[in-house]
């Protein structure tokens, strides 16, 4: 790796001034490693055990690890699961109520692992600043949502199951109701995928959209919390299915 180590100085001549700029290489490789300036390892030690402490809590016990995978995974299944059950029970009384989840095959980063699950488990699970949003959708929109879904081979769902035959849509169970084309349906996502990331333009289209006021990790959190024994046991069940 090469370090850019960048100095800049002011000049004055006369009336006008113009910037000088010196550069250097400093490589970096494994023979330096942990070679380091000990007055600032010094300086940080107590944040660094402070956070160490922190993010090394243990918050919930699994059964197994959980991975993503399409068309279905236990990784996909659990983190929808978890941020449906935060915000269904927020919006009780709500009409924005989410009947289902969706999240971005993308956005999950890493794996649960087998056994203890800590606070750094979930931030590298999900270490973006992704908030929770509800964006009410059209049959329109819901006919693109389940084609992006065909095309990409699956994405993470809660509280639907989409059948397929030949890769075209076929029908969907949301909610243990069959998919209705005369409703709109209140879909959960991150922020991220709200905006059209992914390409999923069909959430830019809804005409309601409702910010939680919460990020995807904090209701992961949420979730996690409310658990009556601390064991995080994933749904294994099929959710996008192809026929």
């Given at each position: 790796?090469?370090?850019?180590?960048?100095?800049?100085?002011?000049?004055?001549?006369?009336?006008?001034?113009?910037?000088?700029?010196?550069?250097?290489?400093?490589?970096?490789?494994?023979?330096?490693?942990?070679?380091?300036?000990?007055?600032?390892?010094?300086?940080?030690?107590?944040?660094?055990?402070?956070?160490?402490?922190?993010?090394?809590?243990?918050?919930?016990?699994?059964?197994?690890?959980?991975?993503?995978?399409?068309?279905?995974?236990?990784?996909?299944?659990?983190?929808?699961?978890?941020?449906?059950?935060?915000?269904?029970?927020?919006?009780?009384?709500?009409?924005?109520?989410?009947?289902?989840?969706?999240?971005?095959?993308?956005?999950?980063?890493?794996?649960?692992?087998?056994?203890?699950?800590?606070?750094?488990?979930?931030?590298?699970?999900?270490?973006?600043?992704?908030?929770?949003?509800?964006?009410?959708?059209?049959?329109?929109?819901?006919?693109?949502?389940?084609?992006?879904?065909?095309?990409?081979?699956?994405?993470?769902?809660?509280?639907?199951?989409?059948?397929?035959?030949?890769?075209?849509?076929?029908?969907?169970?949301?909610?243990?109701?069959?998919?209705?084309?005369?409703?709109?349906?209140?879909?959960?996502?991150?922020?991220?995928?709200?905006?059209?990331?992914?390409?999923?333009?069909?959430?830019?289209?809804?005409?309601?959209?409702?910010i939680c006021g919460s990020l995807l990790r904090d209701d992961m959190f949420a979730y996690i919390?409310?658990?009556?024994?601390?064991?995080?046991?994933?749904?294994?069940?099929?959710?996008?299915?192809?026929?």
């Amino acid at each position: 790796m090469i370090l850019w180590l960048l100095t800049a100085c002011q000049q004055q001549e006369k009336k006008a001034a113009r910037d000088s700029y010196t550069a250097k290489y400093i490589r970096i490789d494994s023979a330096m490693a942990g070679q380091g300036d000990a007055e600032l390892r010094n300086l940080i030690a107590p944040y660094k055990h402070r956070l160490d402490s922190a993010m090394g809590g243990i918050i919930a016990y699994t059964p197994k690890a959980y991975f993503k995978k399409r068309p279905n995974g236990t990784l996909n299944n659990i983190a929808c699961d978890m941020v449906l059950d935060v915000i269904q029970k927020r919006y009780q009384d709500s009409p924005f109520r989410p009947d289902f989840c969706m999240l971005n095959y993308g956005g999950l980063r890493s794996p649960l692992p087998k056994g203890a699950v800590t606070k750094s488990n979930i931030y590298q699970l999900m270490p973006f600043q992704n908030e929770s949003v509800i964006c009410r959708l059209s049959a329109k929109q819901m006919k693109e949502l389940f084609d992006y879904i065909a095309h990409t081979g699956g994405e993470p769902l809660a509280g639907i199951r989409i059948y397929y035959k030949d890769k075209k849509f076929d029908h969907a169970i949301i909610g243990g109701q069959r998919y209705d084309k005369e409703k709109q349906y209140n879909v959960l996502t991150s922020d991220y995928t709200a905006k059209g990331g992914n390409h999923m333009d069909f959430f830019v289209q809804a005409d309601t959209m409702i910010i939680c006021g919460s990020l995807l990790r904090d209701d992961m959190f949420a979730y996690i919390e409310s658990l009556p024994d601390s064991n995080l046991v994933a749904n294994e069940e099929e959710r996008v299915i192809f026929e």
